[in-house]
């Protein structure tokens, strides 16, 4: 069975400062990978996704990840964070074959930044 | 072009009651998928429905269903409602099964209390 491991529940970082949030993936095919943030009292809302093709995609506000097979790991980043960024991230796998239809998610990280 | 909506946003219900959700897609979207958030269990895929059909089911038991009308509006509902139903229920909508979906809208979630 599929599954996500996202190892920090919770980071801290100070703005402007970078941030990289890690997230491991077990899938026996080429996974569809995305990320989702959630402000607090809000839904989810895609950050960005990887199906196939160029290991580094670019997403909104700034973040990127890349994709990484042989590390099986798909890792958000962002060169210089902001204060508005401070929100859950979650890093999920698409279990349906490419529909994005049911997802797996991680566990998700907590993101506090400090002014 | 308006988002996912979900009535209610926040409900209190009691041990053994029943509860009725609603999401309303975004227009043309015709899959629904229904997701469970909790801070022990995180993110939990419910089902997908899809053109008034359940095409994938989460591990719930029996008293979580669902259904979707011919407008793609969609329902869940829980029945003898338990403590541990206390949740955030994230409904998605997505173009999945009309073309490659690639991503999921979330809307911002009915929050249930049970006492």
């Known amino acids: 069975a599929q599954s996500v491991t996202q190892p920090d529940i919770h980071i801290t970082v100070s703005e402007g400062a970078s941030l990289e949030l890690r997230c491991n993936y077990s899938?026996?095919?080429?996974?569809?990978l995305f990320w989702y943030v959630q402000s607090p009292g809000q839904g989810l809302q895609l950050l960005l996704k990887?199906?196939?093709?160029?290991?580094l995609v670019q997403g909104i506000k700034g973040f990127e990840a890349e994709f990484k097979r042989s590390q099986s790991s798909f890792n958000l980043r962002k060169p210089s964070v902001h204060w508005s960024d401070a929100a859950e991230y979650f890093c999920a796998v698409d279990s349906n074959t490419g529909t994005a239809s049911k997802l797996t998610f991680g566990t998700g990280t907590r993101l506090q930044v400090t002014l | 072009k308006a988002g996912v909506t979900q009535t209610p946003r926040y409900l209190i219900k009691t041990r053994g009651q029943q509860v009725t959700l609603s999401c309303s897609p975004i227009?043309?979207?015709?899959?629904v998928s229904w997701y469970q958030q909790t801070p022990g269990q995180g993110l939990q895929f419910l089902f997908e429905y899809f053109s008034e059909t359940q095409r994938n089911k989460g591990n719930f038991p029996g008293r979580f269903s669902g259904r979707q009308f011919s407008n793609s509006r969609s329902e869940m509902n829980v029945s003898t409602l338990e403590l541990g139903d206390s949740a955030l229920y994230l409904c998605a909508s997505s173009t999945a099964g009309t073309g490659w979906a690639g991503e999921l809208f979330f809307g911002e979630g009915s929050r249930l209390t049970v006492l």
């Open positions: 899938y026996g095919a080429t996974p569809y």
């Open positions: 227009s043309g979207h015709r899959s």
């Open positions: 990887y199906f196939s093709g160029d290991t």
